[in-house]
């Protein structure tokens, strides 16, 4: 049974910085691709980023594109999402989700195609 759990959320000023963690449980599951999704309130579940580790590629939201950026700790078996320049609209619950194989382009920013969800860290940006 895979569990994801994110953490590092809380309250920053906008400009400010934050990192988000996702540990991923049991530390034999291996992923190769990893997403983080963000759900604000009333609206659906949004792309953030993707990341490919085996292809070497990442894709981004126009909305956060050279903000964010991702990264992971494989012997701790823990991804990040490092977070600059927040803004208010980038306030919402950020999920992790990790996929041991690739998704074609198109399919990258649908949450349908993955399978694994934690319970998500809230991120609040005041202005």
């Known amino acids: 049974q895979v569990q994801l759990e994110e953490s590092g959320g809380g309250l920053v000023q906008a400009g400010g910085s934050m990192r988000l963690s996702c540990r991923i449980s049991?530390?034999?599951?291996?992923?190769?691709?990893l997403a983080w999704f963000r759900q604000a309130p009333g609206k659906e579940r949004e792309f953030v980023i993707y990341?490919?580790?085996?292809?070497?590629?990442?894709y981004d939201a126009d909305s956060v594109k050279g903000r964010f950026s991702i990264s992971r700790d494989s012997a701790e078996n823990t991804a990040y999402l490092q977070m600059n320049s927040l803004k208010p609209e980038d306030t919402a619950v950020y999920y992790c989700?990790?996929?041991?194989?690739?998704?074609?382009?198109?399919?990258?920013?649908?949450?349908?195609?993955?399978?694994?969800w934690g319970q998500g860290t809230q991120v609040t940006v005041s202005a």
């Open positions: 990341r490919d580790w085996s292809g070497g590629r990442t």
């Open positions: 049991p530390r034999t599951f291996r992923y190769n691709v």
């Open positions: 989700a990790p996929r041991v194989n690739r998704l074609a382009l198109s399919s990258i920013r649908g949450p349908e195609h993955y399978n694994y």
